[in-house]
């Protein structure tokens, strides 16, 4: 049978959409909105983790969290995804903590109190853990989560007898162990103010930020190891450690405060630990993080996957991305447009993590969240 005109119009605008031109569609949608896809039909949702998978891959978003500046309330929470190259608020319920939040190691938020300790460490922290307080009254420790045992040092109360001790807390048997003191080269610096923090699977990294003197720590043996002289160039006076994968990387600050040269990316290869250069920062993006302020003291770094997050912690309305790809990497800086007159004076409290698919359909199917993307 004959079809005319109009007929015609009908069946092609009722046409389904599929294969490649759907994968390609999906491409430029926000990962958030690729929730809901996956439930119209088998096929979309094969379609949403090829395009994934191999299209548009996922990347690890930079989580930022706003406390109140009269109280220990996170009071907003808001997201960077690079694969999208969007901000997204998220709305969610809110929580009383006792005191202020904190993270560490880029993807571990935890409150710590004299009677109690809590703890997150999923992507997008939707499940808090709680403990009883370590032994030692702290208040600015070293946190880490070294496989199934968070470890927890200095940081500790004048009133206390050891400044170095270290505690340890078993997820499996939900206990405290107290271990071997941090080095006594460290008892100046024996707080989360002046150390960087790295983890692997199997062991905590500690440098103190202003001689780039590391040691590390294996919680299943309770040992300490080191020192090691992570300082590639004498006029580095600032320094941060973080995974990026399996690999070890050294950020440093070149020259002084009030006259950064550069910032400089190192790989840090096993023991003894000498470091390799993989990357300058652009001086454009340098100048965009000093920001209104020109004296750059320090930075805050975090890090997930093959990307690491730089960020002025007093001024952080620039972040610059650095994604590890072999030779120098790729750089590029995005405004956070987080940061207003309203909330300038407030505390923010960054965190990292690898998001997936499968992390946002959790959270979808929990009371009182909510995902938007902001507009610019």
């Known amino acids: ?21 759907l ?35 996922v990347k690890p978003w930079l989580i930022v969290y706003t406390l109140c500046t009269r109280s220990t309330y996170v009071t907003t929470a808001h997201a960077y995804d690079p694969r999208s190259h969007v901000w997204i608020e998220i709305k969610r319920p809110q929580i009383k903590y006792v005191s202020a939040v904190r993270s560490s190691h880029s993807t ?4 710590l109190s ?46 206390e007898n050891d400044p170095l001790a270290v505690e340890i807390y078993d997820l499996e048997t939900r206990t405290w162990a107290t271990c071997q003191s941090m080095p006594i080269k460290l008892k100046d610096s024996a707080a989360a ?11 905590m990294f500690v440098t103190e930020k202003s001689s780039s003197i590391m040691y590390s720590f294996d919680p299943n043996t309770m040992n300490w190891e ?3 002289d992570l300082r590639p160039d004498p006029c580095m006076f600032f320094s941060a450690i973080v995974f990026v994968g399996d690999r070890l990387i050294l950020v440093g600050l070149i020259g002084d405060a009030e006259n950064v040269k550069s910032v400089k990316m190192w790989e840090v290869n096993g023991e003894p630990f000498e470091c390799r250069e993989v990357g300058v920062m652009p001086t454009v993006m340098v100048e965009k993080l000093r920001g209104e302020n020109s004296e750059l003291a320090s930075i805050g770094v975090s890090a997930a996957g093959d990307l690491v ?39 923010f409290v960054f965190s990292c993590s690898e998001v997936r698919i499968d992390d946002l359909q959790k959270a979808f199917g929990l009371e009182n969240w909510k995902f938007t993307v902001k507009s610019n």
């Open 1 to 21: 049978m004959a079809m005319d005109g109009e007929s015609r119009d009908v069946r092609e605008e009722e046409a389904p959409i599929h294969g490649d031109v």
């Open 23 to 57: 994968e390609a569609v999906f491409s430029h949608v926000p990962l958030i909105d690729l929730v809901s896809p996956c439930f119209v039909s088998k096929a979309w949702k094969r379609t949403v983790s090829s395009c994934l998978r191999s299209f548009k891959t």
């Open 108 to 111: 571990l938020l935890y409150v």
């Open 114 to 159: 004299a009677s109690k300790f809590s703890f997150s460490f999923d992507p997008l922290h939707l499940k808090w853990h709680h403990a009883d307080s370590p032994r030692v009254w702290r208040t600015d420790p070293i946190v880490a989560v070294v496989g199934h045992l968070i470890v927890i040092a200095g940081g500790v109360c004048d009133f």
């Open 193 to 203: 103010t002046w150390l960087s923090v790295a983890v692997n699977d199997r062991k």
């Open 226 to 228: 080191g020192p090691y």
């Open 309 to 347: 997050y730089i960020y002025k912690p007093s001024e952080p309305e620039e972040v610059v991305v650095w994604e590890f790809g072999g030779g120098e990497g790729r750089w590029r800086s995005v405004r956070n447009t987080i940061v207003n007159d309203g909330n300038r004076m407030g505390r």
